[in-house]
Nanobody, 117 residues
Framework: QVQLVESGGGLVQPGGSLRLSCAASGSIFRIYTMGWYRQAPGKKRELVAHITSGGRSNYVDSVKGRFTISRDNAKNTVYLQMNSLKPEDTAVYYC???????????WGQGTQVTVSS
């Protein structure tokens, strides 16, 4: 009963920046953790970053120091600020929401991020 809508993807040159947004609606009281995942062609989906309702965040090593995840609980929205983008960051980025034990697990439709000259 949670709907997630991502926005902010697009084409950017290496070294550029993008800010992704994910707006949640529905049974938002169930949400404990929200995260961003990405999947490149021919590769499995991987965790990029996640953040708890209390603001604790975690990142995959490849984006540490470049990406920042944040959330606005009043707006039920999670963001991913991506700086110093590299071609290897190219992927479809998906938003995910989970309750504490993962029983309620929802995904957005994804937004394409392309980093290329």
């Amino acid at each position: 009963q949670v709907q997630l809508v991502e926005s902010g993807g697009g084409l950017v040159q290496p070294g550029g920046s993008l800010r992704l947004s994910c707006a949640a609606s529905g049974s938002i009281f169930r949400i404990y953790t929200m995260g961003w995942y990405r999947q490149a062609p021919g590769k499995k989906r991987e965790l990029v970053a996640h953040i708890t309702s209390g603001g604790r965040s975690n990142y995959v090593d490849s984006v540490k120091g470049r990406f920042t995840i944040s959330r606005d609980n009043a707006k039920n929205t999670v963001y991913l600020q991506m700086n110093s983008l590299k071609p290897e960051d190219t992927a479809v980025y998906y938003c995910r929401s989970m309750d504490y034990d993962g029983r309620y697990d929802y995904w957005g439709q994804g937004t394409q991020v392309t980093v290329s000259s």
